[in-house]
């Protein structure tokens, strides 16, 4: 099955301008979850879809940043506007409802390299 | 979730059997121990999941002792292409709930 994508892979940016990253999860993967890194940091959890809904944004730094998930499929983090502490690797992730597998594993994606200069 | 403490680094040679333990002193009755693998330039990847005992896959082995306060991964007979960022995770992973990733354990391994 082909895996979680995410698009870009890299994106440099300025300080103010927007950026918008996309996820296309596994296909009948009802969850998605976008994850970041920043410089020096930890992975941090930023929010979780199922299908369209929000289950949990409580990861989410600020309003500067957008999610959206629009007919359950994939989904889209805009940031709106960039600042320079944004800089890092953005990772989405999707499952299925209910796990159904022994390992209740999460698929990531290779993430998106945002630089904002 | 139950905080996880790893060592930060550890060398190994090929061939080598490498252990990394990693500490979970308040991890709850319903928690599960999970092991992901980070190569550079990708996302984390599942290896193993357990909730106690001894747990074998095509990959690695995953040892729980009784009172569950840690859990060590075991390698067997690494590659050069088994150098990547390990991390032990803890908590009720069923679908659903989000990860909870600490600092993991940068594994080097050489020739």
């Known amino acids: 099955e082909a895996g979680v994508t995410q698009f870009p892979s890299h994106s440099v940016i300025e300080k103010g301008q927007t950026v918008t990253l996309r996820c296309d999860p596994i296909?009948?993967?009802?969850?998605l979850y976008w994850y970041r890194r920043v410089m020096g940091k930890e992975i941090k959890f930023l929010l979780h879809?199922?299908?369209?809904?929000?289950?949990?944004e409580s990861g989410m730094p600020n309003n500067r940043f957008l999610a959206e998930r629009t007919g359950g499929t994939y989904s889209t983090l805009k940031v709106q506007p960039a600042e320079l502490e944004d800089s890092g690797v953005y990772f989405c992730?999707?499952?299925?409802?209910?796990?159904?597998?022994?390992?209740?594993?999460?698929?990531f994606g290779s993430g998106t390299r945002l630089t904002v200069v | 979730l139950a905080k996880t403490t790893q060592p930060i680094s550890m060398d190994s040679y090929e061939g080598q059997e490498v252990n990394i333990t990693c500490s979970h002193n308040?991890?709850?009755?319903?928690?599960?121990i999970t092991w992901y693998q980070q190569f550079p330039s990708q996302g984390p990847r599942f290896i193993i999941q357990g909730y106690k005992t001894k747990v074998t896959n095509e990959v690695a082995s995953l040892f729980i002792p009784a009172d569950r306060k840690s859990s060590t991964l075991s390698l067997p007979r690494v590659s050069l292409s088994d150098t990547a960022v390990y991390y032990c995770l803890v908590g009720d992973l069923g679908a659903g709930n989000m990860l909870t990733f600490g600092g993991g354990t940068r594994l080097m391994v050489k020739p």
């Open positions: 992730a999707s499952s299925q409802e209910g796990g159904g597998r022994a390992d209740y594993g999460y698929t």
């Open positions: 879809f199922v299908k369209e809904s929000k289950q949990d």
């Open positions: 296909s009948g993967h009802d969850n």
């Open positions: 308040n991890i709850a009755t319903n928690d599960y």
